[in-house]
């Protein structure tokens, strides 16, 4: 079965960096372009980045570009989430989910990953 787990968050100072793993298995990951959300308490899940399957192309959100960059590892089934700069306003649950390959929607999650950045 699909499944996707998140790793690599935790307590941040303003403008600290972290990065986010996510790694999968029960599919042929190199087939799938791949997405990073973030859910804030209160707040509806957010699109950040996604990839696409080979790695080619990826996409940000506005409020990420130039200080967020995802990228994958497909000998490693793993995509990441490099985040720079981060802060007090990125704090959210972060998770990876896997895009589907007949429309723009994303049927499988992981568990997410809790990430804090202090001010």
């Known amino acids: 079965q699909v499944q996707l787990v998140e790793s690599g968050g935790g307590l941040v100072q303003a403008g600290g960096s972290l990065r986010l793993s996510c790694a999968a298995s029960?599919?042929?990951?190199?087939?799938?372009?791949m997405g990073w959300f973030r859910q804030a308490p209160g707040k509806e899940r957010d699109f950040v980045a996604r990839i696409s399957s080979r790695g080619r192309f990826t996409v940000y959100a506005d409020s990420v570009k130039g200080r967020f960059t995802i990228s994958r590892d497909n000998a490693k089934n793993t995509v990441y989430l490099q985040m720079n700069s981060l802060k007090p306003e990125d704090t959210a649950v972060y998770y990876c989910g896997r895009r589907d390959r007949n429309n723009d929607g994303y049927s499988y999650w992981g568990q997410g990953t809790q990430v804090t950045v202090s001010s």
């Open positions: 029960g599919f042929f990951f190199s087939n799938y372009g």
